[in-house]
């Protein structure tokens, strides 16, 4: 069984960039949250998908968007990246919408 | 915004002591969870306890929670250096029960000096 996995590790890119963060889910989990951590705070719930369909979001702009693909890997998007935007970006999947989750090691985000 | 609020911000012991980490909270909640994070790393889930327990085990972490008083507290005992980390509560957001959408709190640094 492998883990959540997440790509790439680390990316750097300029403001007004879009940028485009990969999940791969553990093996059997149909569930997919995100989460932004800026440095020294702990994570904020950006949005959960849950079999395909966005299934809660958090404080963050439309300029957050998200897919979960039928095998339940999952992107995050970015548009017109802020300074702000400038964070570590975790994805969890569950086995449900309501279940344990299980985070991936994070792609760490750097806007210039 | 965070609504889980932890304290100390930080901790420095030295190995074998114990760490007291505490959580406080506003809304009611259906569950608790901790979690540890190494070095801004991913989060590892270290226990999840619900609102009708008062104290829950796991190896050397123990859990309590007061409902009353909307606060938790995890203590690690005889610490080593491996657990150095940082140590969040989350609870689920909204007062809802999903375990998948969570309120994380600022978190506490723990620091085991060997």
């Known amino acids: 069984e492998t883990g959540v996995t997440q790509s790439p590790t680390h990316l750097i890119k300029t403001r007004g960039q879009q940028v485009t963060l990969r999940c791969s889910s553990q093996s059997g989990h149909n569930t997919v949250s995100w989460y932004q951590q800026a440095l020294g705070q702990g994570p904020q719930f950006i949005f959960q998908?849950?079999?395909?369909?966005?299934?809660g979001r958090g404080n963050f702009p439309p300029r957050f968007s998200g897919l979960q693909f039928p095998n339940y890997s999952s992107e995050l998007n970015v548009n017109a990246l802020e300074l702000d935007d400038s964070a570590l970006y975790l994805c969890a999947s569950a086995g449900g919408a309501g279940d344990e989750q299980f985070f991936g090691p994070g792609t760490r985000l750097t806007v210039l | 915004s965070q609504q889980g609020e932890e304290d100390p911000q930080a901790l420095s012991i030295q190995e074998g002591e114990n760490a007291t980490m505490n959580c406080s909270y506003k809304t009611s909640i259906n569950n608790l969870q901790w979690y540890r994070q190494n070095s801004g790393r991913g989060l590892v889930h270290l226990i999840l306890?619900?609102?009708?327990?008062r104290e829950k085990h796991s190896g050397r972490l123990r859990v309590t929670l007061d409902t009353s008083k909307k606060s938790s507290s995890l203590l690690i005992t005889a610490s080593r250096a491996a657990d150095t980390a940082s140590y969040f509560c989350?609870?689920?957001?909204?007062?809802?029960?999903?375990?998948?959408?969570?309120?994380f709190g600022q978190g506490t640094i723990l620091t085991v000096h060997p």
């Open positions: 306890i619900r609102s009708n327990e």
């Open positions: 998908y849950y079999r395909e369909e966005e299934n």
């Open positions: 989350a609870r689920p957001r909204a007062g809802g029960t999903s375990y998948g959408k969570l309120t």
